[in-house]
């Protein structure tokens, strides 16, 4: 047990060490979206406005009269019986409450109901409330202005086609969009100008603070000045989409809405983008409102979806990812994905195997143990403890001593091999010898990786030396079966499994700028050093050396990131492998803390350091935590909370396309597949674990969730090396 004990001295000295520079975890608005779609059995409704008011009531407007949001779904707003006999054509909010414009009057239920105008234009199709509730009405080829309940003045105009009225409390006039011009009535004087023609022209919007009006064409955007009208840009196509349907300003900020989604310029002069059923119904969008307690309602053909802004911190996301976690990603211990029956429909999940259950569940578990050395929290060790069950049956199940199966599960419901009349000595799914379970038989490095790495941090936090023998164990018997098989996996029927490989003769066949030469060079050797540190046995000291330096694997280890690259003719080297990544990442804890020496401990910092300036630019946070557990400094901090705050709620794979957008700025195609010049938030992208970088495009249809260990790893690591601290 000296091992142990010299960790633990280690240990401490290591909590002292780590980065100076923290996040203080204070509350920020995490964005997510609640979805409601037309129902079927309301056929040939087109959507049109939506409009919410003080009472927090929402109103969708439709070809056939009002709908609400309700249960997931728009449905007949009969709250008032009167108005299912009306025709009504537009929706305005003025001083919070609802106004209607109907083919014979302006009303409004607030006051009273007192308010109830008519007026003669049948054929009315848009309207504005302006200042004291006086109101502008337009149809084709006529304008009506109404002032203390009466019409004041009226414009008949041939080729006039009004589409939208917009009024500035600022300026005190209307904006009349017809076409392609745009025309300003003025309500003091009674006079109509024609102040803009432009080309395409769909949508505009008054820019409060700056005295502007923004146009939105087929083709960009651009803005004038909202007193000369004279332009102030040129017309920008720089945008997620250019074909604009609206434009809204809500809470001082522009909202867009286009044929491929909705986006909000930020104050960097880039957007947020809103696409894909993570955000919207479908992506035409039909109108933006602002709604109930500060959120944002995106109207689109066949759905409406609310965007809400919740204050919360990254504590309190970690806690609805840990429910979310328990809830629908653990089989048999395992953290498991899951696939869902009906596209988004969580209601019809269904745990199910991956070739990595060992891998993302030591992810999973190391989580866990994290939170548990942060808070002490006894629920993260019960987790824990499951977890690490669950992984250790994985060498019990195969009865072969030291070699893990990649996951189990009940014989007859694993993903493959369940034709009856396959021969069994085929099958990679092996049956275990009482008959009731299957084991998957061709594990890979991925899974030594995450074992090892997970069974040290396990011995190293949990707080019962009967557990920590039994993580020891597993650490000794999967070293021992690589060193006794000349270092590879090798199944139930004496073969070698395909990446289970660190024999010199495979690693060293690579040329010294592929990766798989460093990156196992590096696996093997921090295999060994935590073998040795935990029991203390010469052999798998002895071992490493004859590895560093009679078959140069310390020279592999050594090398700089940077000269890994394409090599011609030479597998696994077409294209930078994130998984490598991965594997390299949760192996530097070991080849740094548990080093023989620390001339050693200092060149494998260096090389680790040269690992992490290449993955940077992903902002990645486990990657920067993970570096900081070593004792890395600078480790993009800024970077790594905006990753964590940017991450989404909603955690089903739906399809996302950012293929498309003029906003980003396209990079050459690269080694690394990095398309653009800087990363995208993870709300903005396809779902993928850590091991997916530059992933922009892509999904399964909502066929699946994704496991919350995603994002409770990096969070908790943060917490372990006080990279985040809490608010109090």
């Known amino acids: 047990m000296t091992g142990i004990k010299l960790f633990f001295i280690g240990f401490l000295i290591s909590q002292t060490s780590f980065t100076q520079q923290f996040y203080k975890d204070v509350p920020f608005l995490q964005d997510y979206a609640q979805k409601f779609e037309l129902r079927k059995n309301i056929p040939g409704r087109e959507l049109l406005q939506v409009k919410s008011d003080r009472n927090r009531l929402v109103n969708v407007l439709s070809s056939s009269g009002l709908l609400y949001p309700w249960d997931g779904n728009l449905v007949k707003n009969q709250l008032y019986p009167f108005m299912q006999d009306l025709n009504i054509l537009a929706v305005d909010i003025f001083q919070n409450q609802f106004f209607y414009l109907t083919d ?8 009273a109901g007192k308010i109830y105008i008519e007026h003669d234009m049948p054929e009315c199709s848009v309207f504005k409330m302006g200042d004291g509730f006086s109101f502008l009405i337009g149809q084709k080829e006529k304008l009506e202005f109404f002032q203390n309940d009466k019409k004041a003045w009226v414009s008949n105009m041939k080729g006039l086609s009004p589409t939208e009225i917009l009024y500035s409390t600022k300026n005190k006039y209307f904006l009349i969009l017809s076409g392609n011009a745009v025309y300003m009535f003025n309500p003091e004087n009674k006079k109509l100008t024609k102040v803009h023609s432009g080309k395409n022209l769909t949508a505009m919007e008054i820019v409060t603070e700056k005295n502007r009006v923004v146009f939105g064409t087929t083709d960009g955007i651009y803005f004038l000045d909202g007193k000369t009208f004279e332009s102030s840009t040129p017309l920008n196509k720089k945008l997620p989409d250019t074909r604009i349907s609206c434009i809204r300003e809500i809470s001082g900020k522009l909202w867009f809405g286009s044929s491929r989604g909705a986006f909000v310029l930020r104050s960097d002069g880039k957007y947020d983008y809103y696409a894909s059923k993570r955000w919207l119904v479908d992506n035409r969008v039909k109108d933006i409102s602002a709604g109930p307690d500060n959120s944002v309602l995106i109207l689109t053909e066949t759905g409406l979806s609310k965007i809400v802004f919740k ?3 990254l504590a309190d996301k970690a806690a609805y990812f840990e ?8 089989r048999f211990g395992f953290s498991a994905e899951t696939s869902l029956a009906i596209s988004g429909d969580l209601s019809t999940a269904i745990l199910h195997d991956t070739d990595n259950d060992g891998l993302w569940t030591s992810m999973y ?10 808070t002490k929290s006894e629920e993260a060790l019960q987790n824990a403890y499951e977890a690490f069950e669950a992984m250790e049956r994985l060498t019990e199940i195969t009865g072969l001593d030291g070699f893990p199966a990649r996951t189990y599960e009940i014989d007859g419901y694993q993903s493959s091999d369940r034709d009856p009349n396959m021969p069994e000595d085929k099958k990679i799914w092996r049956l275990s010898e009482d008959g009731r379970w299957r084991w998957k038989s061709t594990t890979s490095s991925d899974e030594s990786c995450g074992h090892f790495f997970v069974y ?12 920590k023998d039994r993580a020891i164990h597993q650490i000794k018997i999967e070293m021992d079966h690589i060193i006794e098989h000349n270092w590879y996996l090798v199944t139930w029927n004496g073969e070698i499994t395909r990446w ?13 700028n592929v990766g798989d030469r460093r990156l196992n060079s590096t696996l093997i050797i921090a295999f060994l050093q935590t073998a040795y540190h935990f029991t203390g046995e010469n052999i798998y000291r002895e071992k490493a050396y004859e590895l560093m330096d009679k078959y140069g694997y310390l020279e592999n280890i050594l090398r700089p990131a940077t000269e890994i690259g394409y090599v011609k003719n030479q597998p696994l080297s077409d294209g930078w492998n994130h998984s490598d990544d991965e594997m390299y990442f949760l192996t530097v804890p070991a080849l740094v803390k548990y080093a023989f020496t620390d001339k050693l401990k200092q060149q494998y910092l260096e090389t680790v350091k040269s690992h992490w300036e290449v993955e940077r630019s992903e902002k990645n946070p486990l990657w920067n935590f993970m570096y900081a557990l070593v004792g890395g400094k600078d480790i993009d901090l800024e970077e790594s909370a905006w990753w964590l705050k940017e991450f989404p709620l909603d955690l089903v794979s739906w399809n996302i396309d950012n293929s498309h957008r003029k906003d980003l700025v396209r990079v050459k195609p690269n080694f690394r597949n990095q398309e653009y010049t800087e990363v995208l938030p993870p709300d903005e992208c396809p779902m993928h674990l850590h091991n997916s970088a530059y992933r922009n495009n892509g999904g399964n249809g909502g066929k699946e969730e994704y496991p919350p260990y995603v994002y409770l790893l990096p969070y908790w690591l943060g917490r372990y090396v006080s990279t985040i601290r809490p608010e109090n």
């Open 104 to 111: 014979k009057a302006v009303f409004s239920n607030a006051w």
């Open 311 to 313: 204050r919360m911190t």
């Open 323 to 330: 429910r979310i976690q328990r809830l629908r990603h653990i």
């Open 365 to 374: 578990l190391a989580g866990e143990l994290f939170r548990y050395a942060a």
């Open 456 to 467: 040290a941090l396990f011995a190293e936090i949990v707080p019962d030396q009967a557990w």
């Open 500 to 512: 289970g490989r660190w024999n010199p003769g495979y690693v060293n066949s690579f040329p010294v």
